[in-house]
């Protein structure tokens, strides 16, 4: 999940290219889009933001949860095919998240799902259809707030100045600044997002006659 330079052959990660003059422009302004689509929009371009993140001072981290404070890391990516071609996905590091509940996410045996695809295309004239909601994970809201930090030269100047974020700023014994998140709503790398989105998808099924097979 890094972008190809066309010129070198190399893989550039995200801050390779925030320190590149040659893909700098482009690369701001997808993270800014992805962060936009967590927060509450950025200039207009986001038309169904998430409200996923808010941008908190460092001493609204509650004191019992100061040990859980995650990172983040940026997955950035080029599809063509897709509206938006340069795709830049802002994840949480989950191994740092200490959820207290269960995680696991109940999910069809490898034989099912085999057994399904076989016989639509052994079947004459059988038809097949997939859906895929949109922003799902980003939109399923958590049990409990999580809480993440992140370099602040690693955000984009326009997201910085949208939300005004320089006060929010906490720099360490080195310099080095961060600004501080409070996760509400899911988000790509919580261990417990899948469960959680299961659970609100199965409750929102059930009331129109889905339910699932306990052996499979």
Same mark, same amino acid.
């Given at each position: 999940?890094?972008?190809?330079?066309?010129?070198?052959?190399?893989?550039?990660?995200?801050?390779?290219?925030?320190?590149?003059?040659?893909?700098?422009?482009?690369?701001?302004?997808?993270?800014?889009?992805?962060?936009?689509?967590?927060?509450?929009?950025?200039?207009?371009?986001?038309?169904?933001?998430?409200?996923?993140?808010?941008?908190?001072?460092?001493?609204?981290?509650?004191?019992?949860?100061?040990?859980?404070?995650?990172?983040?890391?940026?997955?950035?990516?080029?599809?063509?095919?897709?509206?938006?071609?340069?795709?830049?996905?802002?994840?949480?590091?989950?191994?740092?998240?200490?959820?207290? $509940?269960?995680?696991?996410? +109940?999910?069809?045996? =490898? #034989?099912?799902? %085999?057994? *399904?695809?076989?016989?639509?295309?052994?079947?004459?004239?059988?038809?097949?259809?997939?859906?895929?909601?949109?922003?799902?994970?980003?939109?399923?809201?958590?049990?409990?707030?999580?809480?993440?930090?992140?370099?602040?030269?690693?955000?984009?100047?326009?997201?910085?100045?949208?939300?005004?974020?320089?006060?929010?700023?906490?720099?360490?014994?080195?310099?080095?600044?961060?600004?501080?998140?409070?996760?509400?709503? $899911?988000?790509?790398?919580? +261990?417990?997002?899948? =469960? #959680?989105?299961? %659970?609100? *998808?199965?409750?929102?099924?059930?009331?129109?006659?889905?339910?699932?097979?306990?052996?499979?």
């Amino acid at each position: 999940m890094a972008v190809m330079d066309a010129d070198t052959g190399k893989l550039l990660n995200y801050r390779q290219l925030m320190r590149s003059t040659k893909y700098r422009e482009a690369w701001s302004h997808s993270s800014a889009n992805e962060f936009g689509r967590l927060a509450n929009g950025i200039g207009g371009r986001i038309k169904n933001p998430t409200n996923t993140i808010e941008f908190i001072f460092q001493h609204e981290v509650p004191t019992e949860r100061m040990k859980d404070v995650t990172y983040g890391q940026f997955v950035c990516t080029v599809r063509p095919e897709k509206a938006e071609p340069n795709r830049t996905r802002f994840t949480v590091g989950g191994d740092r998240i200490n959820y207290p $509940g269960a995680v696991a996410t +109940p999910t069809a045996e =490898m #034989l099912v799902a %085999k057994m *399904l695809f076989n016989s639509v295309i052994s079947m004459k004239d059988a038809r097949f259809m997939t859906m895929d909601i949109s922003n799902f994970y980003l939109m399923t809201p958590l049990d409990r707030y999580e809480y993440m930090r992140m370099r602040i030269d690693l955000i984009p100047p326009e997201f910085i100045e949208l939300y005004n974020l320089a006060p929010k700023v906490k720099y360490d014994t080195k310099g080095i600044g961060y600004v501080y998140m409070e996760i509400r709503r $899911g988000m790509y790398g919580l +261990p417990q997002s899948g =469960m #959680l989105s299961n %659970k609100l *998808l199965n409750e929102w099924l059930t009331k129109y006659g889905y339910y699932e097979l306990p052996h499979t």
